[in-house]
């Protein structure tokens, strides 16, 4: 039995101290997945808190099916998705960054720092199915099934809502960013 | 930028530590939501005492000859038992089956009360 089913175990069974040894094992995770939808510490936080209280009210239904990982992933994802409408945090139309791209700085090279962030902001800016499976898909280390799992679809889907995201970061970035080469090799 | 430069943006993106409160005010959350009940187990040992004294009496107050003839009896008029509840033999095999009800309810109502199910 590994540390999370012996915990979840004395949690069910009323020990609820047992479950800060959960939090402390996925905070780092959950706060770093919800961070790539807000572009915030302090909301990624707080969404991550919201996470863990709706993880531990859902506790007893983990059937142990699946891994503890992608249930995690996928319960916190759901939430992450209904604050980001919620809460309408900042996020910067993708139209706009298509102008910072191309326009504002049409003879400087950017550097490395800005067009990673440029990249980062432009994919927050994604349509939602297309902004989740790629943030999901890199965040779980381009692992295709993994990324279906905790998206609750096909991995064909994940690939078609992959290669329509790439579409959309070529569109809007222009050439000053070429697709993922990952999200490519998934889609062929 | 080449093609694996965007791969490595997505791949590459900082990680960020969480603050050193963040578990203890998840904590503090947690503390106030509903514990879990653990769920009660039935008890089997109980009522499985229970049935076989039950069992015991019901042979006792009625004897087995009667209640075959009183479930011959009443399978025999399955068809018309209902115009014929005032058939002596038929009162007869309804009385233990009643009397069997009544037991389990009550044991039932014990059961719970017993294992604190009624919170």
Redesign the interface.
């Known amino acids: 039995m590994d540390q999370d089913t012996a915990d979840i175990r004395r949690?069910?069974?009323?020990d609820?101290?047992a479950?800060?040894n959960i939090?402390?094992r996925w905070?780092?995770p959950l706060?770093?997945l919800a961070?790539?939808f807000c572009r915030n510490?302090q909301i990624?936080?707080e969404m991550?808190?919201d996470a863990?209280?709706q993880i531990?009210?859902k506790?007893?239904k983990f059937s142990g099916g699946a891994s503890f990982s992608t249930w995690i992933f996928a319960v916190s994802l759901n939430l992450y998705r209904s604050s980001m409408r919620r809460k309408s945090l900042p996020v910067e139309p993708i139209d706009t960054l298509k102008q910072i791209a191309g326009e504002q700085f049409p003879h400087l090279k950017f550097e490395q720092e800005e067009?990673?962030e440029l990249?980062?902001r432009a994919?927050s800016a994604l349509p939602q199915r297309y902004r989740d499976a790629?943030i999901v898909f890199?965040f779980r280390?381009?692992d295709l099934k993994e990324t279906a799992s905790i998206l609750n679809v096909s991995e064909g889907t994940v690939k078609a809502w992959l290669h329509r995201g790439r579409e959309l970061l070529r569109s809007k970035l222009g050439s000053?960013?070429?697709?993922?080469?990952?999200i490519?090799e998934v889609c062929v | 930028m080449n093609k694996d430069e965007l791969d490595q943006i997505l791949l590459s993106e900082k990680q960020i530590e969480p603050s050193l409160s963040f578990a203890r005010n998840v904590m503090l959350h947690v503390q106030t939501e509903p514990k879990f009940i653990r769920p009660l187990p039935f008890p089997w040992i109980r009522f499985s005492a229970a049935m076989i004294v039950l069992s015991i009496l019901m042979l006792w107050i009625f004897p087995t000859d009667s209640v075959v003839h009183g479930m011959s009896t009443m399978t025999a008029g399955i068809g018309k038992w209902i115009l014929t509840l005032d058939d002596p033999a038929i009162q007869f095999t309804l009385l233990p089956i009643l009397g069997s009800f009544a037991g389990t309810l009550i044991l039932l109502w014990l059961s719970f009360r017993l294992v604190g199910a009624n919170q």
Request: proline residues 5%.
């Open positions: 949690v069910i069974e009323g609820t101290s479950f800060e939090v402390r905070q780092r706060i770093n961070y790539r510490q990624a936080e991550a808190q863990f209280l531990y009210r506790l007893d067009r990673e990249v980062r994919v790629i890199y280390d381009m000053r960013i070429s697709p993922p080469e990952a490519k």
